[in-house]
């Protein structure tokens, strides 16, 4: 078994290095052979492992030492619970079909071999984070992910905005990691190791320790870690303030935004915070704060999806308000409920980008939905794909994205941590909000009038079948995941890898009033959500297929307020002017006046030029004439007789 | 171990002879041979340095390989050599880099190759020399002669504004290191006659003195590493350096900073050390801040990566100071990382340069169009000079913050901003140059690179790539001497 541990992040690895390098001498048709291949020895391994841990066995062992240092040994090794299998068969699965996918969509680009080597090398980088038994490792694969995601948003390197995009989210990023790596730091220094095990084992005596980081302001040690942990977090996860790189990351090619912008590297701080569940217990603080970030995050990037014409920017502003409930459901110690919700965000949302994929390469890369308009009878397969992803989004009964929300909602309802009120008014708004812009999305790409050129629409046809069998193979667990809830949310499935204490409840209150999936459907009925999801949709119908003339209207009523959330609230601009500007002229100032004025205008060059003016000086009195020594000689006598006449006045 | 085999001494003097080999060729119509001839001797060096590193015994925390001769008998000057697990791991170094400049001046030098080539070796045998050194005077010796070739390679074989540049750089480093002499002969004096290292170190001596031989010291350790604010004639020197210069300056000569701090300043005078400790951190934090927000807005490649240096060496003497294992261990990773990544990356400039003859980075743009197997290694080394996990980059970085943020959060906090400062730096530049469109036809017609530069960068790819993964092997070696030095350390000598 710890061979196929191996394997599971090996393989793809083995083929990330065979495309990468040597991509020009085995051609196109063997890379992707090869690649593919690899995957799905992964999917399979990655499935045989998830059977066995159902069977009760776990493992936590190290692969190799790392490092040696002080009194401290970094191990590279794998944690193999239900929560890490769980992610290495959701990550495998999306990333095989989105290789599937990959050979539709890449079909006529010259980059093809290192397109399948960096999502190869994505697939290892996230195996490595979610099986990883320590930091340092988590913190590896966390950074790996981070490069391959600015790799692939940068993969069409000629375009300008690709390659500011791709800037962009790695720095943000790394100001995220700048706090994840300092939240590292103080686990080392008051637990003195990185092994997840050993410092969730002595988080209870911890507990009470307190660091005064201010003189004066005492903080829980717990606290501090968690909240720099979760910086770590809000990058990777794209959570508010740290999200404006997840709508520029669009710039990169459809199949990454599905498998890395959506389905598995943003979820990666949703993980972590489950991963760290037996830490973010001990400090509501913390939590808190969780809760304050994801309910904005919800709410607002959603109304931002409304107004977004671009078909794939629409969706990345769900991705930014899904990302949002996960980040809600950890704040409200609802983790099971976080991560049951990643997995069926992750098929959902996969089958929404990769169908977007599917129209933009049928609207020759065209992606403004204005644009579009009755795809319907062109594109039956994405179109139905597309549309059981859309009920699932929204939140239909029966449908994956029912289940997984609705347990975070009713948990938020549970939950008694400071600040979960506003969270709770964040989530249910959104749920109505979110029903109105999927099917937007849906009504205006695919019902009413085509608005394409007529070149356009005679060329209109479904993709080829590389294309739409992963989005039908999706689409399955799109409907069906949900029907799980049970076991997983409700059930002890996470008991082993997930720690909540007993004072934060919430998924134990909703749990004893589970009565299995129909009782929860039944259940909905009655509750506002389903009520809200069904007002959206309805909107969503009268609005773009009923009275199409009155969207225009409303914008023209509403202009500010869509201008607004047009320019997503100013942030981009704010930060650029503020943040990259302000760096820039600091930079310049410390420079120029720092480096070029002070040390080395005043200091170096002040000191040589003393040193030239003294030798100036001194050089005065060796002049060579006769006549200037015997002058100074005169001078001299004459003073000493002075002084010596002097004496014996 | 080879007992009584004079392996230093062999290590020191065989890049020397060959050095002198390679001048005796003479003029440029043996340019051929003095090629081979220097190509020879330097994979030897590093052939005859390998049994150094396979021999030695990790768990002692001793000299090795020690050689004892006299010298001058007169003032107690020993020819004193031997090696401990800080020196060791930087001859290797060394030994290891100076194929690689031999090899990346191949052919771009056309003028005086005999005396280019020669200075490389010669440089190489005398830093050995630096290293390996335990008698002091036999230390200053090698110390202020690694000054000349340098100074001859910057001002023969360098830019436009070269003589500016070799004179500020021989100057500063030679005024730096006059006041260490003082210190030495005033050490002798109250040592009873001895120019020995290790009875320095033995040495118990009162605060005051400490801190004036402290003071003496730093200037010559501060002005080589470099530290903030004597670190303005390391942009100038690279600058106007040729290529295998700024490697050489890069990876090796800075190298002899660190290693004074831990040779000199910490045994010597452990008092005054942690007395100072505090500014001693602050010059090394306002380093990794201040210098990596300078580096931003440079317009030169080589004056960005020179200041990119400043700010890694800011690790280097921050984690000195720290006193603790991760500290100093990961000061030494980081000294070794940064050896492979900056002379990687002043490699990488050397190509574009030798093509376009320009550092401007607005001359450039697009150039992954034209050069893919180049962007794809400047692109590695980019992402570990930026500290990208996986890479050696990552390692001394991460030692060190683990390190500081037992001492205090604080330090920690400003030392992880190079995360941030390190990635705007590297990759702003990285996008400027190579991705983008095409920014003019000299770029369209660039090619890429041959296979010798090819050899080159992948051995250096290899090296960061193997220490950011397994860097087990090279702090394995250091275990012993840190402990030792730290525990000495501890120990006050008033």
């Known amino acids: ?646 004496q014996f006045k | 171990m080879l007992f009584g085999f004079p392996l230093l001494s062999l290590i020191i003097w065989l890049p020397i002879f060959f050095g002198l080999a390679v001048l005796a060729t003479g003029g440029d119509r043996n340019a051929q041979a003095a090629r081979l001839i220097a190509i020879s001797g330097s994979v030897l060096g590093f052939l005859v340095a390998i049994p150094l590193y396979l021999q030695f015994d990790p768990s002692a925390s001793t000299m090795q390989f020690a050689e004892k001769h006299v010298w001058v008998e007169r003032f107690n000057i020993f020819y004193h050599l031997g090696v401990d697990g800080i020196s060791m791991p930087l001859i290797l170094l060394n030994c290891f880099t100076t194929p690689l400049v031999v090899m990346a001046g191949w052919e771009v030098i056309r003028e005086r190759v005999s005396q280019y080539m020669g200075a490389f070796l010669i440089m190489s045998g005398i830093v050995n020399g630096v290293f390996a050194s335990l008698d002091a005077i036999l230390f200053y010796a090698f110390w202020e002669a690694s000054l000349i070739p340098m100074f001859l390679i910057i001002g023969i074989w360098g830019g436009p504004n070269r003589v500016y540049a070799a004179i500020k750089f021989f100057l500063y480093t030679l005024l730096g290191s006059l006041l260490m002499l003082v210190a030495f002969i005033y050490l002798y004096y109250v040592s009873d006659g001895s120019f020995s290292i290790l009875d320095f170190h033995k040495l118990p001596l009162p605060i005051e003195p400490q801190i004036l031989i402290f003071i003496a010291f730093l200037l010559a350790f501060a002005v080589k590493v470099p530290m903030w604010p004597v670190h303005t004639w390391l942009p100038d020197a690279h600058v106007e350096a040729p290529t295998g210069g700024s490697v050489v300056l890069a990876a090796i000569l800075l190298k002899m900073g660190g290693y004074g701090f831990l040779r000199f300043s910490l045994p010597i005078v452990p008092d005054a050390s942690q007395q100072l400790a505090g500014l001693m951190i602050v010059l090394s934090l306002i380093a990794v801040v201040y210098i990596g927000l300078v580096a931003i807005m440079q317009a030169d490649m080589k004056k960005l990566i020179a200041y990119s240096s400043v700010a890694h060496m800011g690790f280097v003497t921050l984690g000195f100071f720290l006193f603790n294992a991760y500290g100093i261990e990961g000061a030494m990773v980081q000294m070794i990382s940064h050896g492979f990544i900056s002379g990687a990356m002043f490699l990488c400039v050397g190509v574009l340069y030798d093509r376009l003859h320009s550092r401007q980075i607005a001359d450039y743009g697009g150039v992954v169009n034209s050069m893919p197997v180049f962007a794809a290694f400047f692109m590695l080394f980019a992402m570990a000079n930026a500290g990208l996990p996986g890479t050696s980059g990552f390692v001394g970085e991460f030692m060190v913050i683990m390190g500081a943020v037992k001492v205090n959060f604080w330090y920690a906090f400003f030392a992880a901003t190079t995360l941030i400062f390190g990635a705007v730096y590297t990759l702003w530049m990285y996008k400027r140059v190579i991705f983008g469109a095409v920014a003019s036809p000299a770029v369209e017609g660039l090619q890429d690179i041959s296979k010798r530069e090819f050899a080159v960068l992948a051995i250096l790819a290899l090296a960061v790539l193997w220490m950011g993964v397994y860097p087990f092997p090279i702090t394995e070696v250091m275990h012993a001497t840190v402990d030792e030095l730290l525990a000495h350390v501890a120990n006050s000598k008033l």
């Open chain 1, 1 to 646: 078994m710890q061979t196929l541990y191996l394997l599971v992040p090996l393989a793809p690895l083995i083929g990330a290095i065979t495309a990468g390098l040597f991509g020009r001498f085995i051609g196109r048709t063997w890379s992707h052979r090869i690649t593919i291949s690899l995957v799905f020895v992964s999917l399979i391994a990655s499935i045989v492992i998830f059977f066995d841990v159902l069977d009760g066995n776990t493992f936590n062992g190290s692969v190799y030492t790392w490092l040696v240092t002080g009194d401290t040994r970094f191990e590279i090794g794998f944690l193999i619970d239900q929560l890490s299998a769980t992610m290495m068969v959701v990550v495998s699965l999306v990333s095989l079909m989105v290789h599937i996918y990959t050979i539709g969509y890449m079909h006529d680009d010259p980059g093809y071999q290192r397109f399948f080597s960096y999502i190869s090398l994505f697939t290892f980088s996230m195996m490595m984070l979610v099986m990883s038994n320590n930091f340092l490792q988590l913190f590896f694969g966390w950074e790996a992910v981070g490069l391959v995601s600015y790799l692939l948003i940068g993969f069409w390197y000629t375009r300008p905005t690709a390659i500011y995009a791709n800037l962009k989210a790695f720095l943000v990023n790394r100001v995220g990691d700048f706090g994840f790596l300092l939240g590292i730091a103080l686990i080392l220094m008051y637990f003195g190791t990185l092994d997840y095990a050993a410092v969730f084992s002595s988080v209870p005596q911890m507990a009470n320790e307190s660091v005064e980081l201010v003189t004066g302001s005492s903080w829980l040690v717990i606290t501090v870690i968690c909240i720099l942990l979760f910086i770590g977090a809000m990058g990777k996860s794209a959570q508010f303030p740290l999200h404006v790189w997840l709508p520029d990351s669009m710039e990169g090619p459809t199949p990454i935004s599905a498998l890395i912008h959506a389905a598995t590297m943003v979820t990666a701080g949703i993980f972590m915070v489950a991963r760290m569940s037996p830490l973010f217990e001990h400090s509501e603080t913390a939590l808190t704060l969780i809760l304050i970030i994801g309910g904005i995050t919800t709410l607002f990037m959603a109304l931002v999806a409304v107004v977004q014409n671009d078909i794939k920017r629409v969706v990345a502003y769900s991705t930014l308000s899904q990302l949002g409930y996960m980040t809600v459901a950890l704040g409200a110690s609802a983790y099971s409920a976080a991560i049951f919700h990643l997995m069926t965000h992750a098929f959902f949302k996969a089958v929404l980008f990769l169908g977007a994929g599917s129209v933009i390469i049928a609207m020759h890369h065209e992606q403004n939905m204005q644009k579009m308009g009755g795809l319907k009878k062109y594109m039956p397969i994405t179109y139905w794909t597309m549309f059981i992803a859309a009920l699932a989004s929204a939140g239909v009964p029966g449908f994956s994205g029912f289940f997984s929300k609705d347990a975070i909602i009713e948990a938020v309802g549970f939950a008694n941590i400071p600040g979960v009120e506003f969270a709770y008014f964040c989530v249910l708004a959104t749920v109505f909000v979110t029903a109105l812009y999927t099917f937007r999305l849906v009504f205006v790409t695919f019902h009413g009038k085509p608005r394409m050129d007529t070149h356009t629409r005679e060329h209109l046809h479904e993709s080829p079948w590389v294309v739409t069998l992963p989005l039908v193979v999706l689409a399955i667990p799109t409907i069906a995941a949900g029907w799980f809830i049970g076991p997983m949310v409700f059930g002890d499935y996470f008991s082993n890898a997930i720690y909540v204490s007993s004072q934060h409840d919430a998924i134990e209150q909703l749990g004893a009033t589970f009565t299995g999936i129909g009782g929860m459907m039944m259940h909905a009925l009655s509750t506002i959500p389903f009520w809200l999801s069904l007002a959206g949709i309805f909107t969503a119908w009268f609005l773009y297929i009923l009275r199409p003339d009155i969207p225009g209207k409303i914008k023209k009523w509403m202009l500010p307020i869509h201008t607004l959330l047009d320019r997503k609230y100013y942030i981009d601009e704010f930060y650029s002017w503020f943040f990259a500007g302000g760096t820039r002229a600091l930079s310049k100032g410390l420079w120029k006046f720092g480096d070029i004025k002070v040390i080395d205008g005043f200091f170096v060059n002040g000191t040589a030029r003393v040193v030239a003016w003294t030798a100036m000086l001194v050089r005065r009195f060796q002049t060579g004439y006769i006549y200037h020594y015997a002058f100074t000689m005169i001078v001299g006598v004459f003073i000493l007789i002075t002084l010596w006449l002097y």
